[in-house]
């Protein structure tokens, strides 16, 4: 089992900066890549950037490249996501997530709220 607990979320005017982290405990070896994700009110979840367990890759969705980065400190047990000139359109809940494989992700955490105001 593994166990995420994200952290770093807030209110923040446009333009600023936010960095989330997610923290994670348990069978943490195992980790094959980790993920950020958010869920806007009334929207579908989306992907947001993901990031191997080598750090060495990364991949972002088109509206974050450039303004987000995603990073790992394997001694630490943590992934974050620096969120700089944010914009009211990247409010939502933002998810971590624990993939195994190459698939799906297996587990998530809990959330934390970032809201972006203009």
């Known amino acids: 089992q593994v166990q995420l607990v994200e952290s770093g979320g807030g209110l923040v005017q446009a333009g600023g900066s936010l960095r989330l982290s997610c923290a994670a405990s348990?069978?943490?070896?195992?980790?094959?890549?980790m993920g950020w994700f958010r869920q806007a009110p009334g929207k579908e979840r989306e992907f947001v950037a993901t990031i191997s367990w080598s750090g060495g890759i990364t991949y972002y969705v088109d509206s974050v490249k450039g303004r987000f980065t995603i990073s790992r400190d394997n001694a630490k047990n943590t992934v974050y996501l620096q969120m700089n000139s944010l914009k009211p359109e990247d409010t939502a809940v933002y998810y971590c997530a624990d993939a195994r494989g190459p698939g799906s992700y297996d587990y998530w955490g809990q959330g934390t709220q970032v809201t972006v105001s203009s």
């Open positions: 348990g069978r943490t070896f195992s980790s094959y890549r």
